[in-house]
């Protein structure tokens, strides 16, 4: 009695079977990856008003807007959504401190308010998110704290930054039949 063991073109139609398959529910659910989607149409010209031109959370909110089609341009412009970033502000709080009162660990955070306006509509008026991280602080490794420090506050920026993204997208009808 002979066995019938599939061959190696089998196992790979049965793969790319699989993987088909599976691509297939994924896109069905409507999952997309982080970073991913897609700006209002009313977005897609977008001035970017600051008091704060070179903070870490603008040059990942303009990076995240250029990811995702938009141009970003350097003045307002007539039929342009204008996204105002009226505070950008970041720092660190300490949470909790030794018995010789020396600081253990601290809370780094970033605060950001925007509003969207296209043409003369609004669209948000003046929202404000936070983000906050925390890390243990040791004295003797100061200078490592402070990589650290600067690498959750750019983290917290990227992530505030698809935050006001998402925000954004979820306006998606109602932008669209503001759009020029």
Known sequence: MQHFLPGPSCKRSVRASLALGLLSAIAGCGFHLQG?????????RTYVATERPHSEFLVSLT??????GAEVLDAAEPGAAVLDISADDTGQRVLSVSARNIPREYEVYYAVTFSLNVG????????TLVVTRAYTYDE????AK?????????????????????????????TAAISP
């Open 36 to 44: 991913g989607g897609t700006l209002p149409s009313a977005m897609m």
């Open 63 to 68: 990076d995240v807007l250029r990811q995702r």
């Open 120 to 127: 003369t509509t609004n669209l948000i008026a003046g929202e």
């Open 140 to 143: 003797t490794q100061v200078l």
């Open 146 to 174: 402070a990589a650290e420090e600067q690498i959750l506050r750019s983290a917290l920026a990227e992530e505030l930054a698809r935050r006001v993204l998402q925000r954004i997208q979820s306006l998606g009808v109602t």
